[in-house]
């Protein structure tokens, strides 16, 4: 597409459920970064993909996220059990490869847990 | 560790300039970047430095010392559309992932 879409733009859950969170890249960018961005804080690096393999994903805060990418597309982050800590804006950003290249982001995912 | 310091807020006149800075201590250096981002947005990429020196384009430069771990984003002809944060990002590993500044977000007043 032309740009890095994101879905759903908004979710509410009740803590202790999952949710699943998608972001599909611009088209051919190879490289695909799950970040998220708290009130006042700066945005936090949680699994970066290079192709369908995820070379770094020391990101994850604990083993209740995950995430997968399909045929070099699709991305899914997957929180389970969600925590009212996991409350933020989950950015999903894309570049054409891993050497520089400006990333592209999404518009993000904000999340509430209640 | 990768520590990345930016003042929290900065204010501003329409049609003044202002400089942003950037302090850094990575374990590593391959690029910094600055973004912005408007209320509710998603980040935009402003400019890249790999080499010590001035970046300009248009109304916004950006300046690095790699020396000094510092970096500044000078913006001219301030325009009440600029009021936004602006992120500064710092590549320490690989080629690929950034670290993220908590950002600075400036407010233009007429």
């Known amino acids: 597409g032309a740009g890095v879409s994101q879905s759903p733009s908004n979710k509410v859950t009740e803590k202790g459920k999952d949710v699943e969170l998608r972001c599909d890249p611009i088209?051919?960018?190879?490289?695909l970064y799950w970040y998220r961005q708290s009130l006042g804080q700066g945005l936090e690096f949680l699994i970066y993909?290079?192709?369908?393999?995820?070379?770094?994903k020391s990101g994850l805060p604990s083993d209740r996220f995950s995430a997968e990418r399909t045929g070099g597309s699709v991305s899914t982050l997957t929180i389970q059990r969600t925590q009212q800590e996991d409350s933020a804006v989950y950015l999903c950003?894309?570049?054409?490869?891993?050497?520089?290249?400006?990333?592209?982001f999404g518009s993000g995912t904000r999340l509430t847990v209640v | 560790g990768q520590n990345i310091d930016q003042p929290t807020e900065m204010t501003a006149t329409e049609g003044a300039i202002v400089q942003i800075n950037c302090t850094y201590q990575t374990s590593g250096f391959n690029g910094l970047f600055w973004y912005q981002q408007h209320a509710g947005e998603a980040p935009t990429f402003l400019s890249y430095?790999?080499?010590?020196g001035l970046e300009e384009k248009g109304r916004f430069s950006s300046f690095l010392s790699r020396s000094k771990g510092y970096s500044y984003l000078l913006l001219k002809e301030l325009q009440m559309k600029d009021s936004a944060s602006y992120l500064c990002a710092v590549r320490d590993r690989g080629y690929s992932t950034l670290t993220f500044g908590k950002g600075t977000m400036l407010l233009v007043s007429p």
């Open positions: 430095n790999v080499l010590d």
């Open positions: 088209s051919g960018h190879t490289a």
């Open positions: 993909f290079q192709g369908n393999s995820a070379p770094d």
């Open positions: 950003a894309s570049s054409p490869g891993a050497r520089w290249d400006g990333y592209t």
